[in-house]
């Protein structure tokens, strides 16, 4: 009679060829993601030499898990030191995002509402001369619809203030608050002196305490408080004769300042507006809890609905929420979230997909500012050859 049966070494066999088959598939990934990063940093090389960049820090955020971070060219020309993915930079404009998360926390918290007259959180009178009627919203001076302008500047919070400026009525556009969009960095430093007055906490303890440290981030507002050896020397860019300058100014401490410290007045030390430090690594921490709608990590900031309202467009002129902008012009066909900063010659963007949940950071400390359709060539050229080979 004849018998069917298995080799004593079948078994074995097939355990070992499924064993080879799924190193030959994780091995074939792992290459294939090796190319597509070397790609990658070869058109970034590219890109630094185009543009004249000194230093540039990514970092890639796909399925909600950071897949990605590198620094290129320089920390320091003078020094000729690298660039490391744990040097941090003063991001600029970025900042506003993490003023109007704190407010958010304190929305949330009851502790004050989106429609509330802004004069009343501030302390001072906040009102349009050429409609005196018209009450300003904290909710219109986040979304930079509040008809208040940046031509007295946004360093001292005197200039808006009727008791204390005579040409306070500058600071106020020919339209009515609330119908027109106009970028204005001294509402963020009124949001960040209404921050202090509601919370009786400085700003830069309070963004520390309620959302740098529950994220785990080594950042933060105030200089002292920070490794000056990581900051990254900003250079702004001279093109005649070609030449990049050392911004010292981006990492004052203002010491004085706070030394003489005063809640609710002496907000703009910390500017509120673009004075958070942070790598380009940690900075897609904190986005990618916003592209979450207020968590990472399990560790909940802000709720969904405070998240998606900071990222719901108020303007459609550009497409501004709550320091949260949404563009379409990025990446083709991809609608995308985020913010970008410029000050001493730093160009930063942060931007996100919330559905797909990918996102990108990149910083560069100094370049030629080609700018095209609005943003900055080295960002923008930056940002797509980090989606094509890494994300797409």
Same mark, same amino acid.
Request: charged share 20%; aromatic share 16%; hydrophobic share 35%.
């Given at each position: 009679m004849l018998t069917l049966g298995i080799h004593p070494n079948s078994m074995y066999y097939t355990h070992r060829l499924k064993s080879l088959f799924t190193l030959f598939i994780v091995c074939f990934f792992s290459t294939a993601s090796f190319a597509q990063k070397e790609k990658a940093e070869a058109e970034i090389q590219e890109l630094i030499k185009k543009f004249d960049v000194v230093g540039l820090s990514v970092a890639v955020v796909k399925k909600g898990e950071l897949i990605y971070n590198n620094s290129f060219g320089l920390k320091d020309i003078e020094s000729n030191t690298a660039l490391r993915n744990t040097d941090i930079f003063r991001i600029a404009s970025i900042s506003k995002s993490f003023s109007a998360t704190s407010i958010m926390q304190l929305v949330e918290a009851k502790k004050l509402a989106l429609d509330d007259d802004f004069s009343k959180l501030v302390g001072f009178k906040v009102r349009n001369p050429k409609y005196p009627d018209k009450v300003i919203t904290l909710k219109m001076v986040l979304s930079h619809t509040?008809?208040? #302008?940046?031509?007295?500047?946004?360093? @001292? *919070?005197?200039?808006? #203030?009727a008791d204390k400026s005579s040409d306070w009525a500058k600071c106020y556009n020919d339209y009515e608050p609330g119908t027109k969009y106009q970028y204005c960095n001294l509402n963020f430093n009124l949001i960040g002196a209404v921050i202090e007055k509601t919370t009786g906490q400085r700003f830069d303890n309070y963004v520390k305490q309620h959302i740098l440290n529950p994220l785990q981030l080594d950042a933060g507002y105030c200089v002292d408080s920070l490794a000056s050896s990581?900051?990254?020397?900003?250079?702004?860019?001279?093109?005649?004769?070609?030449?990049f300058t050392?911004?010292?100014?981006? $990492?004052?401490?203002?010491?004085?300042?706070?030394? #003489?410290?005063? *809640?609710? $007045?002496s907000t703009p030390a910390f500017s509120p507006t673009g004075g958070m430090k942070i790598s380009a690594? @940690? *900075?897609?921490?904190?986005?990618?809890?916003?592209? #979450?709608y207020g968590k990472y990590k399990g560790v909940k900031i802000i709720s969904k609905k405070s998240a998606k309202l900071m990222q719901t467009k108020i303007s459609d002129e550009e497409g501004y929420g709550l320091a949260i902008r949404t563009i379409d012009n990025l990446i083709p066909n991809k609608i995308l979230k985020?913010?970008?900063?410029?000050?001493?010659? *730093?160009?930063?963007?942060?931007?996100f997909e919330p559905n797909e949940k990918f996102g990108i950071v990149v910083i560069t400390n100094g370049c030629n500012p080609i700018y095209a359709d609005g943003m900055n060539t080295v960002l923008k050229s930056t940002i797509n050859a980090l989606y094509n080979n890494l994300i797409k």
């Open positions: 509040s008809s208040i #302008n940046d031509s007295k500047g946004y360093f @001292d *919070l005197a200039v808006i #203030n990581r900051f990254a020397t900003l250079y702004e860019y001279s093109a005649n004769p070609k030449k050392a911004a010292p100014a981006a $990492y004052a401490p203002r010491r004085e300042e706070i030394k #003489n410290y005063t *809640l609710g $007045y690594t @940690d *900075l897609a921490k904190y986005m990618t809890m916003h592209m #979450n985020g913010h970008t900063g410029s000050a001493y010659g *730093l160009y930063s963007a942060m931007f």
